[in-house]
């Protein structure tokens, strides 16, 4: 992961520190989406890498994790394109300029937040469930 380094001086108007400091947000949203793909890519391998009897019966939560795949991949392709067209950000001239770029901002921001909060119940909801399993397993090794 690369540090961006963005420096705020004293001069910089309200704007410009606005724009500085969503471009740091930026950044960490598509670094924490690339961080998300892998981790979706290790999820489903070791769902994957279970034995057949073991995978049974969670196919629904599996498939859920592919949609997500997909969602991630889809906004972590809208954040880049965003990012890509602020270089534009410097040829504003005026403030109706200034505020496509922060609505446009606040919208990215809505949609990444939105699916980080989904994204981290499914995560939850799959380990709750491997626990109930190494739950239910402890016990039978318990009785046996």
Avoid at 17 to 35: F, G, Q, R
Avoid at 67 to 95: G, P, Q
Wanted: glycine content about 2%; hydrophobic content about 35%; charged content about 30%.
């Amino acid at each position: 992961m690369k540090e961006l380094q963005i420096e705020i001086y004293p001069h910089d108007s309200e704007v410009e520190v606005a724009h500085k400091i969503n471009t740091m947000e930026l950044e960490n949203w598509i670094n924490h989406l690339t961080y998300v793909r892998g981790e979706l890519k290790n999820l489903v391998g070791f769902y994957n890498a279970q034995p057949i009897e073991k995978r049974m019966g969670q196919e629904k939560i599996i498939q859920h994790f592919e949609m997500k795949k997909v969602d991630n991949d889809v906004i972590l392709s809208s954040l880049i394109n965003f990012k890509n067209s602020r270089t534009a950000i410097a040829e504003c001239e005026d403030t109706s300029c200034d505020m496509v770029f922060l609505q446009e901002h606040e919208k990215c921001r809505r949609m990444y937040l939105f699916h980080i909060d989904k994204y981290r119940k499914l995560k939850d909801q799959f380990f709750s469930m491997l626990q109930g399993k190494f739950s239910a397993s402890k016990k039978e090794t318990m009785i046996n």
